[in-house]
């Protein structure tokens, strides 16, 4: 299986071949792989509306599911660059993210008094847009926050073009997953793991994933 150039080139692949196909189940919503593509088009159509410019920050601070999926696929398709943040971090602890990273905007759950949007909100704001599309396997599509040495939340910035092929090694080459299989996934999409195991193995595999909000239970 060779690596992908892009998010862009999955999303195109799978609503052009499996449609109607479910690519991902959260509670009682689901989405196929023709609506995501859709979705994310018009997140990233909104985006711009909304000011987005070429490889500026989105902080991304929303619950497990599929608008938090959405939003991080869709930032890629603006050309912008995706900033996953825990939605239940203190105001202090979102503010020293925002200063740090610095984004454009901020999409969030709920309406913000700082003038973060909802996902509805940027949806709204697409029109008749459409998607740039055009950011490369090398440049910056994502910063992801680790602790690291110190305990400050430290930036991580990545490519789109490192993350799938670490995905395609670790999940197809190492744990040989396929489009026939289903992924369970409690944990949350904001870190690394959730985002590699997760957000992208889905369109990098073609395979179903369902979102879970229990607990995982220990014996």
């Known amino acids: 299986m060779a690596v992908p150039d892009s998010i862009v080139e999955l999303l195109a692949r799978h609503a052009a071949e499996q449609p109607e196909r479910i690519a991902y189940t959260c509670g009682d919503r689901e989405i196929t792989f023709a609506g995501l593509d859709e979705r994310t088009r018009r997140f990233a159509a909104g985006l711009a509306a909304l000011g987005l410019r070429r490889g500026e920050r989105v902080l991304i601070c929303l619950p497990a599911g599929i608008d938090a999926v ?95 092929g670490m995905a395609r090694r670790a999940l197809v080459e190492h744990l040989g997953f396929t489009a026939g299989d289903r992924l369970l996934w409690p944990l949350p999409l904001f870190h690394a793991l959730g985002h590699a195991r997760c957000v992208l193995a889905v369109p990098l595999t073609g395979r179903a994933r369902r979102s879970s909000t229990t607990r995982p239970t220990t014996s």
Do not use: M, N
Request: charged share 20%; proline share 6%; glycine share 16%.
């Open 70 to 164: 959405v939003a991080l696929l869709g930032t890629v398709r603006a050309a912008g660059v995706g900033v996953p943040v825990d939605p239940r971090s203190s105001t202090a602890e979102l503010a020293g993210l925002v200063e740090d990273c610095g984004p454009r905007l901020v999409v969030a759950g709920l309406p913000r008094r700082d003038g973060g949007r909802t996902v509805d909100e940027v949806f709204a704001a697409a029109g008749d847009g459409v998607a740039r599309d055009d950011l490369g396997p090398d440049e910056q599509a994502w910063i992801h926050y680790t602790s690291g040495s110190t305990g400050r939340p430290k930036g991580v910035v990545s490519t789109q073009g490192a993350w799938l």
